[in-house]
Nanobody, 122 residues
């Protein structure tokens, strides 16, 4: 099992950057694919992006492609979401999640963190 803790959320101006780390506990972190999801007010949770266990494979939602980058440091048991050119519509609670299968479906990731709020002002 993997426990996850997101951090780095906050208020940022439109067009600005923000980086979200997600720290994991558990010896099996390096064998898990990692995913970022987000939930905006009044909307369902949506896939943002994912990275394979080695970092060699990534996948992104069309809405963030070219602006967001996921990376991981297995030695530090941490996955990162680098967000650039932020827009007000990126405002949401951001969750990281872990699973044994890489893909873009949230159901593949049974272990979730508590989330961190990102608010982008216009």
């Amino acid at each position: 099992q993997v426990q996850l803790v997101e951090s780095g959320g906050g208020l940022v101006q439109s067009g600005g950057p923000l980086r979200l780390p997600c720290a994991a506990s558990g010896r099996t972190f390096s064998s898990h694919a990692m995913c970022w999801l987000r939930q905006a007010p009044g909307k369902e949770c949506a896939f943002v992006g994912a990275i394979g266990w080695s970092g060699g494979s990534t996948s992104y939602a069309d809405s963030v492609k070219g602006r967001f980058t996921i990376s991981r440091d297995n030695a530090k048991r941490t996955v990162y979401l680098q967000m650039n050119s932020l827009k007000p519509e990126d405002t949401a609670v951001y969750y990281c999640a872990a699973g044994l299968v890489f893909g873009s479906h949230p159901e593949l990731y049974p272990y979730w963190g508590q989330g961190t709020q990102v608010t982008v002002s216009s």
